[in-house]
Nanobody, 127 residues
Framework: QVQLVESGGGLVRPGDSLRLSCVGS????????MGWFRQSPGKEREFVAT????????YYAGSVKGRFTISRDNAKASVYLQMNSLKPEDTGVYYC????????????????????WGQGTQVTVSS
């Protein structure tokens, strides 16, 4: 059973940056594709970014491409989301998700494809 714990959320102003972290335990982290999703009040959970098990393949939602960067450190069983130029519409609860074990070079953009989820961390962007 994989457990995921997110951290790094907070209250920031438009244009600021935040770095979210997600630490995994209880599984072979390097065999899992990882993703970040977010959910705003009154909205469906939406895909943000995903990364393959070795970190060689990445994919972003159009709304964050060029501003957010997903990365991972398998030695630390961690995945990160660097968020720059934050906008009020980026506000929401951000969830880390894992799917696996998977084959090399695969990533997933639908929440139904993920096996495990963290509890979420709140990001609020407001002036």
């Amino acid at each position: 059973q994989v457990q995921l714990v997110e951290s790094g959320g907070g209250l920031v102003r438009p244009g600021d940056s935040l770095r979210l972290s997600c630490v995994g335990s209880g599984g072979t982290f390097h065999e899992y594709s990882m993703g970040w999703f977010r959910q705003s009040p009154g909205k469906e959970r939406e895909f943000v970014a995903t990364i393959s098990r070795a970190g060689t393949m990445k994919y972003y939602a159009g709304s964050v491409k060029g501003r957010f960067t997903i990365s991972r450190d398998n030695a630390k069983a961690s995945v990160y989301l660097q968020m720059n130029s934050l906008k009020p519409e980026d506000t929401g609860v951000y969830y880390c998700a894992a799917r696996g074990p998977t084959v090399t070079g695969t990533y997933y953009t639908r929440d139904s494809e993920y096996n495990y989820w963290g509890q979420g961390t709140q990001v609020t962007v407001s002036s």
